[in-house]
T-cell receptor, first 115, second 116 residues
Framework: GENVEQHPSTLSVQEGDSAVIKCTYS??????FPWYKQELGKRPQLIID?????GEKKDQRIAVTLNKTAKHFSLHITETQPEDSAVYFC??????????????FGQGTILTVHP | NAGVTQTPKFQVLKTGQSMTLQCAQD?????MSWYRQDPGMGLRLIHY???????DQGEVPNGYNVSRSTTEDFPLRLLSAAPSQTSVYFC???????????????FGSGTRLTVV
């Protein structure tokens, strides 16, 4: 099955700096890669996602890049703010077949943005 | 539109007890799933369902049962609770299947379960 590795496990930045979180996946059939943000005691919430037919996607201060050949994808947050502090999870999924809809998550990255 | 509703929010069980975690969604989502979240291990899939009457196992199914008699409900049953099942449990659902493409999950608020 799919295996997703996420790095780093913790990331500390100063307000205004950029933050980058990287994930690798093992199953070349995976074609959907979402990122979730989870604040303390809250549910995970989707912040951005990318499909395998796209190399990059941007939404304001957040961007995700995908390298299918190397099987890795990354989350980029620019101009970080204290409210960006949370745990971030990457995930991978196949779009069809017997693994339809099954999201495999990375281990999570605790991002702390210092004012 | 309440989204994904999970009950209870907190539960303490004794070893060997059984219980059912409830999950309901009112968005007509076909796909529903249960995850458990443990420190440093992300979210691990327990069971999932692609529609009413259809369920399948995920990564960590042992000790749990599910059923999907309606589109709206997807309960998770712990058969005989063990301390290793102490965790936070999340139910999630996603949009109707279109062209076999998956869309972002909507998560419930979670159930924090402690087994003593």
């Amino acid at each position: 099955g799919e295996n997703v590795e996420q790095h780093p496990s913790t990331l500390s930045v100063q307000e205004g700096d950029s933050a980058v979180i990287k994930c690798t996946y093992s199953d070349s059939a995976s074609n959907y890669f979402p990122w979730y943000k989870q604040e303390l005691g809250k549910r995970p919430q989707l912040i951005i996602d990318i499909r395998s037919n796209v190399g990059e996607k941007k939404d304001q201060r957040i961007a995700v890049t995908l390298n299918k050949t190397a099987k890795h994808f990354s989350l980029h947050i620019t101009e970080t703010q204290p409210e960006d502090s949370a745990v971030y999870f990457c995930a991978a999924s196949q779009g069809g077949g017997t693994s339809y809809g099954k999201l495999t998550f990375g281990q999570g990255t605790i991002l702390t943005v210092h004012p | 539109n309440a989204g994904v509703t999970q009950t209870p929010k907190f539960q303490v069980l004794k070893t060997g007890q059984s219980m059912t975690l409830q999950c309901a969604q009112d968005m007509n989502h076909e796909y529903m799933s249960w995850y458990r979240q443990d420190p440093g291990m992300g979210l691990r899939l327990i069971h999932y369902s692609v529609g009413a009457g259809i369920t399948d196992q995920g990564e960590v199914p042992n000790g749990y049962n599910v059923s999907r008699s309606t589109t709206e409900d997807f309960p998770l049953r712990l058969l005989s609770a063990a301390p290793s099942q102490t965790s936070v449990y999340f139910c999630a659902s996603t949009f109707p299947i279109q062209d076999l493409e998956i869309y972002g999950y909507t998560f419930g608020s979670g159930t924090r379960l402690t087994v003593v």
